[in-house]
C-alpha cells in the first residue's frame, strides 16, 4: 500500500484528473447525522493523499462521475462532479457540482435533478410532479459527449439528464422536463452501473448488458 485517507463509506470513485480524486459517500464525520456525499482528495503525492474538499448529500451517495479537462459545457467547460444520491428511504437526486478554486480544491453545488420517490411518500399516496412515482435507488452514473448524463437506476432503468448550457440551471428546479427515462424492468432486474463507449450507453448488472443509444429509444440486451 503506497498511502490511504479516511474517507468512511467509500461506494464509488472517480478521477477528475490526475491529481484529484473524487469519492462518492465519504463519511462527513457523523455517520449517525446522514451527512455522506462527495469528498474531494489530493493524490499529488500518493504517499500522503490530503482531504481537500466535502460536500454532503442527503440519503446514500453510491454513483461519481468526474469531469476534468474537458469540464460539463454548462458550467462554462470548468471541471465539475456529477453524483447520485438517495435510497429507499430518501427521494433520489441527480447532483451536479463545480470542482472550485484556483487549485481546483472545493465543490460547490450548481444544480440537480430528482430521480425517484421513498417509500414512506409512496405509502401515503404522495408522488412529485414529473418525478417516476415508484422508488428507486440510483447506483452509478456517466456522462456522453459532454452535453447528457446517464444515470443507472435499481428499480426504474436507465435515466437520462441534460446537463448543456441552458439545463445546468434548470436543474435547480425540483425536476426539469428535460429529463428522459426508460425502463427496463424483467426477469434480470434493473442496471446497477452506467458507462460509455464511443456513441453507445453501457449499462448492466450482474446479470445482463444493455447497450443504449443515446437518446433511450434503441436496446441490445447481451
Not at 16 to 28: K, T
Not at 167 to 189: F, K, M, T
Request: glycine fraction near 14%; charged fraction near 20%; hydrophobic fraction near 40%.
Amino acid at each position: 500500500m503506497t498511502g490511504s485517507a479516511d474517507v468512511g463509506h467509500p461506494y464509488d470513485i472517480s478521477l477528475p484528473n490526475d491529481d484529484r480524486i473524487a469519492v462518492a459517500n465519504g463519511d462527513m464525520g457523523d455517520p449517525d447525522a446522514n451527512r455522506h456525499g462527495i469528498v474531494l482528495l489530493d493524490v499529488s503525492d500518493p504517499k500522503n493523499p490530503v482531504r481537500l474538499a466535502e460536500h454532503p448529500l442527503t440519503g446514500d451517495t453510491f454513483g461519481v462521475h468526474a469531469a476534468g479537462d474537458t469540464g460539463v459545457p454548462g458550467l462554462g467547460g470548468q471541471p465539475a462532479v456529477l453524483a447520485v444520491s438517495g435510497g429507499m428511504n430518501y427521494v433520489s437526486s441527480f447532483e451536479v457540482l463545480k470542482v472550485t478554486g484556483e487549485d481546483q480544491d472545493g465543490l460547490e453545488r450548481a444544480g440537480s435533478a430528482l430521480l425517484s420517490m421513498d417509500q414512506a411518500s409512496l405509502h401515503s399516496g404522495r408522488c412529485i410532479a414529473n418525478v417516476p412515482c415508484m422508488p428507486g435507488i440510483p447506483t452509478g452514473v456517466t456522462l456522453h459527449g459532454g452535453d447528457s448524463a446517464y444515470i443507472a437506476t435499481m428499480g426504474i432503468g436507465v435515466q437520462g439528464v441534460s446537463v448543456t448550457d441552458d439545463a445546468v440551471a434548470r436543474l435547480e428546479a425540483d425536476r426539469p422536463s428535460n429529463i428522459r427515462d426508460i425502463s427496463l424492468h424483467g426477469g434480470s432486474g434493473t442496471p446497477m452501473a452506467a458507462e460509455t463507449m464511443g456513441n453507445v450507453i453501457l449499462a448492466g448488472n450482474i446479470r445482463r448488458l444493455w447497450l443504449l443509444s443515446p437518446d433511450l429509444t434503441r436496446e441490445k440486451i447481451i
